[in-house]
């Protein structure tokens, strides 16, 4: 049985020691804390929005303001691409 941690004292997780089936991830807010699974986060991620213009978000990026910014003075942004602005 697992003990209780302060998140501070939790061990980092090596991929190979992922369940991704039983595991579980936990998300709080001010009110309540909720778990979610690794393949539960992944199955109910962005794929698709039937509402967006193009139709559909057929790939997502991580990128810097800086290299957005780039792609934006040269016309070269992807309408079905959701890009992930990092700090």
Request: aromatic residues 4%; negative net charge.
């Amino acid at each position: 049985m697992a003990t209780d941690k302060k998140i501070t004292d939790l061990n980092h997780i090596v991929l190979s020691e992922l369940d991704s089936q039983n595991d579980s991830m936990v998300i709080v807010n001010t009110f309540e804390s909720k778990k979610i699974t690794p393949d539960e986060l992944m199955a109910n991620r962005i794929k698709s929005l039937d509402t967006y213009s193009h139709g559909h978000i057929d790939n997502m990026v991580k990128i810097t303001q800086g290299e957005y910014d780039a792609l934006a003075a040269a016309g070269t942004v992807v309408a079905t691409t959701l890009y992930v602005i990092t700090i």
